[in-house]
């Protein structure tokens, strides 16, 4: 594949949409007003239009918060940890999986904000020195999110932009539109000299070598939102690994959700091939294979730990109230993957595509079914709720806005910027041409 081919079929994916495009950015454009809309509600009401009541105060908005998240963390291990692994594979999806990246994380990053009740005094969350001689509570969730969110937001942002400066370069040299001045600027002066690449991929292995951390920290910082109470189904000390591998699992299964209509928008086919998803099956086979461990982890931990307040919270959890989002939870994402284990299954992207959405669904609910259900039985069991928790519209519509902001800004984000890295596919190219001064 020669370099003028790379360059001229990628850079393609640029050119203007076309009516379908529109019409699926219009459609979640709308979705995306809808909670807009149910959000300017609950400013102005107050939080009591969510389904919250006593004990169960944290509820959809939490739930969101983790899972997208969860979502964040799949792009930052095939970009960065398979970069450092030297994973040539990864070059045709790392692209979209740190779009995905940085997307979910500010999608992510609403939900407290959403939460708190109050959402225009989110900023008395950040530790710096004010007139109202007021300082944060270290000790408060909220504030280790913040630290968290920020952080994992700007090391991704940085990184996704530091790769994507060649080839905005390139679409620079290119572009006739309106855009050309945005490429120029975003480019910093990119001019390809031999002291600019050395430069360049001296930064991005740092990059990719200070993300990697992260893929353990943030989501092992966001487990101890709950590991750090005493709440029975919350108190243990598996919750780091077990999120971090769930965090995983999740990312990997959104990335092959993208990648698949992505991959037939932009006709793409010959870089995204089927052994790509192939190893991304695989990936998801190992990840919920060591989820699934954790589940039975924690159930043992429950019954070997002789109290009867965790040995009741998790037999609720399979046999109460809540059993059919649990099971839901274990069938979607322990016996689902292990159809996996088909080449045949492993290679159809229809079968991938309805997996990787069971996948995205089994860990939603397990995010609900870890807070709702260990919220709705405490130690008293006076405050135990009459029936199951019920979320609210608004509650529902904000949740749809957040997938439809999400999926948005990723459809912005591949029309106007390469969805595939063009300097790695020429790095990776069997057959390289050297280009002409």
């Not at 792009?75 to 999806?93: E, K």
């Not at 951390?213 to 077990?242: C, E, K, N, Q, R």
Request: glycine share 6%; net charge neutral.
């Amino acid at each position: 594949m020669s370099y003028t081919k790379i360059d001229a079929d990628i850079l393609r994916t640029l050119q203007p949409p076309r009516l379908a495009y529109y019409g699926a950015l219009g459609l979640i454009g709308i979705g995306f007003c809808f909670g807009a809309y149910a959000f300017a509600q609950q400013w102005q009401t107050g939080l009591g239009v969510a389904g919250y009541e006593h004990p169960i105060l944290w509820g959809i908005y939490i739930t969101n918060f983790v899972f997208w998240v969860g979502i964040a963390h799949s792009g930052t291990l095939i970009s960065a940890v398979l970069f450092l692994f030297r994973a040539r594979w990864r070059t045709a999806v790392a692209r979209a999986a740190e779009a995905m990246t940085v997307f979910a994380v500010m999608t992510a990053g609403l939900f407290p904000i959403i939460h708190i009740g109050r959402p225009w005094f989110f900023y008395w969350l950040f530790p710096y020195p004010n007139e109202r001689q007021l300082w944060v509570n270290f000790r408060s969730p909220l504030v280790w999110d913040v630290f968290a969110i920020t952080t994992y937001l700007t090391v991704s942002a940085m990184f996704l932009f530091l790769g994507l400066i060649p080839d905005i370069a390139a679409a620079r040299d290119r572009c006739t539109d309106w855009r050309k001045p945005i490429y120029r600027a975003l480019a910093l002066g990119w001019d390809g000299s031999s002291k600019r690449w050395r430069h360049y991929n001296s930064l991005y292995a740092f990059f990719a070598a200070l993300a990697t951390p992260l893929v353990v920290s943030v989501h092992s910082v966001v487990s101890w939102d709950f590991a750090m109470t005493i709440l029975p189904g919350w108190h243990t000390t598996i919750f780091a690994p077990y999120f971090v591998a769930g965090a995983i699992f999740s990312g990997l299964a959104m990335v092959i959700t993208l990648l698949i209509p992505l991959r037939k928008l932009l006709k793409l086919e010959e870089y995204i091939t089927i052994h790509h998803f192939e190893n991304l099956a695989k990936m998801i086979i190992l990840t919920s294979l060591i989820v699934g461990y954790a589940y039975l982890t924690e159930f043992f931990i429950a019954w070997y730990s002789g109290s009867v307040f965790e040995q009741v919270t998790f037999y609720d959890r399979i046999f109460g109230e809540y059993r059919f989002f649990a099971w839901g939870m274990l069938f979607c994402n322990t016996i689902v993957p292990l159809f996996l284990f088909s080449k045949t299954i492993r290679t159809s992207l229809l079968s991938l595509f309805v997996i990787s959405i069971l996948i995205n669904i089994g860990m939603w609910l397990e995010r609900f079914v870890i807070i709702v259900s260990s919220l709705s039985h405490d130690f008293d069991p006076a405050n135990w709720p009459v029936g199951l928790y019920q979320p609210t519209w608004v509650e529902g519509a904000i949740t749809l806005g957040s997938f439809c902001m999400f999926f948005m800004l990723f459809l912005l984000f591949i029309k106007n910027f390469p969805a595939i890295s063009i300097t790695e596919m020429k790095e990776a190219s069997d057959t390289p041409e050297p280009e002409s001064v």
